[in-house]
């Protein structure tokens, strides 16, 4: 069972950066991709970004394309999202997710890390 915990979450101004990561555990850790979703109150979860871990491809949501960047280090079983030119509807709780394979659902999530951005 791979467990997910997330972290780097806080409180910025518009304008500034967060790095967020997701350390996973549990061995084999080989997933298919693994994602960043978030959720803002009285939201539903949306989708932010996507890495391939075995590959180079990323996909993003339109509204952070540009301004986030998803990256891995799998040495470290470690997800990251630099967050940059952060605005006030970036405030949600963001979650990391494992894809054991191809389809479309995403098989485990961590707890989630609050980004708070203030105007």
């Known amino acids: 069972q791979v467990q997910l915990v997330e972290s780097g979450g806080g409180m910025v101004q518009a304008g500034g950066s967060l790095r967020l990561s997701c350390a996973a555990s549990g061995r084999p850790f080989s997933p298919y991709g693994m994602g960043w979703f978030r959720q803002a109150p009285g939201k539903a979860r949306e989708f932010v970004a996507h890495i391939r871990w075995n590959g180079p491809i990323t996909y993003y949501a339109d509204s952070v394309k540009g301004r986030f960047t998803i990256s891995k280090d799998t040495a470290k079983n470690t997800l990251y999202l630099q967050m940059n030119s952060l605005k006030p509807e970036d405030t949600a709780v963001y979650y990391c997710?494992?894809?054991?394979?191809?389809?479309?659902?995403?098989?485990?999530w961590g707890q989630g890390t609050q980004v708070t951005v203030s105007s």
């Open positions: 997710a494992v894809k054991k394979d191809s389809g479309p659902s995403y098989d485990s």
